[in-house]
T-cell receptor, first 114, second 109 residues
Framework: SAVISQKPSRDICQRGTSLTIQCQVDSQVTMMFWYRQQPGQSLTLIATANQGSEATYESGFVIDKFPISRPNLTFSTLTVSNMSPEDSSIYLC???????????FGQGTRLTVV | GENVEQHPSTLSVQEGDSAVIKCTYSDSASNYFPWYKQELGKRPQLIIDIRSNVGEKKDQRIAVTLNKTAKHFSLHITETQPEDSAVYFCAARLSQFYFGTGTSLTVIP
């Protein structure tokens, strides 16, 4: 399986600011996803990061709030913009490898907005 | 889109007993069904998966069964151990993954 490095692992941010989360994979992957996980809850898909084009967002998530970049097949970023306390959550990147169906997760970013 | 339901939400078993978690899905086009284990404060870890052309798969104490006609699949853990305590998520895949709501499993020593 791919080795996924996600950072930062945690951060405490002031409301109104933005945080960019990075996801780096040690091999080229076909698909990269960004999820949000509230404490004790399931994984909610924010968007699919598309290499070289705009991300595909799920209902309830918009590009202005969660801009995503994917400049190549091994790297993606998720920005949480103009943060409010409601954005406090764990954010996870997930990847699917070239010839695989299996999805693997980064270690997550625990975000607290104060 | 796909809708995945998972039951039960919590499950407590005595060490050595079996645990069964069930999921249903709505879209018959879903063709891949993984199970993840998530320990507190850690990332979800893939523990077993099954493709739509297979009815059952086993890996040591863990097995997954799939009934395509009924659109449901189940995770079976035998001879449970305290280290099996975690939250388990099922998922169904079309182009993306749709996750169940999770089952918190507690194995009582």
């Amino acid at each position: 399986s791919a080795v996924i490095s996600q950072k930062p692992s945690r951060d405490i941010c002031q409301r109104g600011t933005s945080l960019t989360i990075q996801c780096q994979v040690d091999s080229q992957v076909t698909m990269m996803f960004w999820y949000r996980q509230q404490p004790g809850q399931s994984l909610t898909l924010i968007a699919t990061a598309n290499q070289g084009s705009e991300a595909t967002y799920e209902s309830g998530f918009v590009i202005d709030k969660f801009p995503i970049s994917r400049p190549n097949l091994t790297f993606s970023t998720l920005t949480v913009s103009n943060m409010s306390p409601e954005d406090s959550s764990i954010y996870l990147c997930s990847v699917v490898g070239g010839n695989e169906e299996r999805a693997f997760f980064g270690q997550g970013t625990r975000l607290t907005v104060v | 889109g796909e809708n995945v339901e998972q039951h039960p939400s919590t499950l407590s078993v005595q060490e050595g007993d079996s645990a069964v978690i069930k999921c249903t899905y709505s879209d018959s086009a879903s063709n891949y069904f993984p199970w993840y284990k998530q320990e507190l404060g850690k990332r979800p870890q893939l523990i077993i998966d099954i493709r739509s052309n297979v009815g059952e798969k086993k890996d040591q104490r863990i097995a997954v069964t799939l009934n395509k006609t009924a659109k449901h699949f189940s995770l079976h853990i035998t001879e449970t151990q305290p280290e099996d305590s975690a939250v388990y998520f099922c998922a169904a895949r079309l182009s993306q993954f749709y996750f169940g709501t999770g089952t918190s499993l507690t194995v009582i020593p």
